[in-house]
């Protein structure tokens, strides 16, 4: 069952969310969830895979064409944190478009998930749940760069 939480409330032409956001090749993952969730980190291990970062902690998405648009809150540009080491230079990717979303807050526990999804300022996007494998980064870049089949 579809998940349709509403993050943004669309109201703004732009809004900016608690999320970090990198991407591949121009297609971007919004990664949610409360602060110490480890947005950052999950990130930062994307990164290491050859995402760029569009925007550490606070990112502003838009609507345009109905497809939705990340880029970084100004004051933010270009830095990631990394609990217990400090602020780091990234290199970045200025504006993404969003397609998908990954969220920290909820623990998937299907081995082979239905799709759930979730509205970000009125825009619908495939949404993962955190896994708890060492393998999930990479999963999610494979999802980047690929997508995914879903369940029959």
């Known amino acids: 069952m579809p998940d349709n939480r509403e993050t943004g409330d669309g109201t703004d032409p732009s809004d900016i969310l608690h999320a970090s956001c990198v991407a591949y090749q ?3 993952v919004l990664i949610l969830g409360r602060s110490g969730q480890g947005k950052s980190g999950l990130a930062m291990q994307l990164m290491a ?3 760029d970062l569009v925007a550490d902690d606070r990112t502003q998405v838009t609507v345009q064409d109905e497809r939705l648009w990340a880029t970084a809150a100004p004051e933010l ?5 990394a609990r217990g080491v400090g602020l780091l230079r ?3 990717t200025d504006t993404a ?3 998908l979303v990954v969220d920290l807050d909820t623990d998937e526990t299907d081995r082979l998930p ?8 009125g825009i619908t996007l495939p949404k993962l749940h955190k896994v708890d494998s060492p393998y999930f ?3 999610v870049l494979q999802y980047l760069k690929a997508g995914r089949k879903e369940p029959s």
């Open 26 to 28: 121009g297609r971007a």
């Open 49 to 51: 895979y050859g995402a």
């Open 90 to 92: 990234a290199s970045i």
């Open 97 to 99: 478009e969003v397609v």
């Open 114 to 121: 239905l799709a759930h999804t979730v509205s970000v300022s």
């Open 77 to 81: 540009a270009g830095w990631i944190e």
């Open 137 to 139: 980064p990479a999963a």
